[in-house]
């Protein structure tokens, strides 16, 4: 059997998804159309047979007319019944016909960008994070010294060339501007632009010169006075160069200072060497060192009459092995000098063979 031959069509009719749906859509109306016009001409039949059509009649009809008649009507009716089960398929067909995505289009331009809506409600308040670790303040501000730059501090502010630093860390090493130890805070600025020069004062008379007098007579020499009161001359030095166990409590542990010791008369020590009396009242620089074999997250301070002085106080915030501070004092006459750790309930161990702790107090006036 050969294989069908499809004519040529042209010109090539090109149809879109829809416009064929439509079209068959079409097509079952217009058979649905045909299909009740032989309905209406099958019932026009039967009234001209039974001569029931207003206005026209025919030839009376037999019974074997009547009856041929209604099986020519069944038959019709029989065979537009197959039809309309035809067309309820064809529109099932079309209602199924699958949806084919086409290429997707050129992107098209970006519309008007549109009205800024209202601002939506401020959401509620997040909870307040945890409060950070205390950092290490700044000093009091004084001129650099390189001799007593060893008992700086961490925080410590120091001018130096008209410009002011600040320590980095505990007992600085080397100069300001130049060390690793020291942060610059304050630039020293540039010098003003010099003024102008005032004008010169007119130069006075020169008055007459007198004569000169004769020189007198050379006095005795006067009594040689009494030597004056040194007072530096009050002062102690006490160190701990044996190192072992200081017991640390919260509460503090006095540090004792039994080797070195340096006292004037008027500074003496007590049995345990942990409690120094000053006995003239005055002004005094008081300083100390602690240096431990390891790091402990301890603090250290001077007590004075039972009672540290806040600028005698190191709290570090992380584990320190070495200690340093000097502060100025106001002491009464009789008083007593502590050197203490606090803060740990623990074993603080003092280096052995140099000076594990040492505490210097010096009279200024």
Do not use: W
């Not at 009507?73 to 309309?84: G, H, I, N």
């Not at 005055?282 to 301070?301: C, D, E, M």
């Amino acid at each position: 059997m050969s294989q069908p031959n499809l004519p040529n069509i042209t010109p090539v009719v090109t149809l879109s998804r829809d416009d064929t749906i439509n079209l068959l859509l079409s097509s079952i109306a217009m058979e649905e159309l045909g299909m009740a016009h032989i309905l209406n001409a099958e019932g026009e039949k039967i009234q001209y047979a039974l001569g029931t059509i207003p206005g026209l009649t025919g030839p009376p009809s037999s019974l074997a007319d009547i009856l041929n008649l209604n099986e020519s009507v069944r038959d019709t009716l029989d065979s537009l019944m197959k039809q309309e089960l035809l067309l309820g398929s064809k529109l099932d067909s079309i209602s199924n016909i699958p949806t084919l995505a086409g290429p997707t289009g050129a992107t098209g331009p970006t519309g008007p960008t549109g009205a800024v809506g209202p601002a939506g409600a401020t959401g509620p308040t997040g909870a307040i994070g945890p409060t950070g670790a205390t950092g290490a303040g700044l000093q009091g501000i004084v001129a650099f010294n390189p001799l007593i730059a060893p008992t700086y501090t961490t925080g410590q502010v120091v001018l130096y060339n008209g410009s002011s630093y600040v320590a980095n860390v505990n007992s600085p090493a080397g100069t300001p501007g130049a060390s690793a130890d020291y942060t610059l805070l304050a630039a020293a600025g540039i010098t003003g632009v010099t003024g102008d020069t005032g004008p010169t004062g007119s130069t006075g008379a020169t008055g007459v010169t007198g004569p000169t007098g004769s020189t007198g007579a050379t006095g005795g020499t006067g009594p040689t006075g009494s030597t004056g009161t040194s007072l530096t001359a009050t002062s102690g030095y006490a160190s701990n160069t044996g190192g072992g166990v200081v017991a640390v409590i919260n509460g503090g542990t006095a540090i004792p200072l039994p080797n070195e010791q340096n006292l004037s008369a008027d500074i003496t020590a007590n049995a345990a060497n942990t409690v120094f009396t000053v006995a003239p009242a005055g002004r005094y620089y008081i300083s100390y060192h602690i240096n431990l074999t390891a790091g402990l997250l301890v603090s250290s301070r001077i007590l004075i009459n039972g009672t540290p002085p806040a600028s005698s106080i190191i709290a570090p915030v992380a584990s320190l092995a070495n200690f340093n501070n000097s502060f100025i004092v106001t002491l009464p006459a009789g008083s007593t000098i502590q050197l203490q750790l606090f803060g740990l309930l623990g074993a603080a161990t003092l280096l052995g063979g140099s000076a594990g702790a040492a505490l210097n107090i010096i009279r200024l006036s």
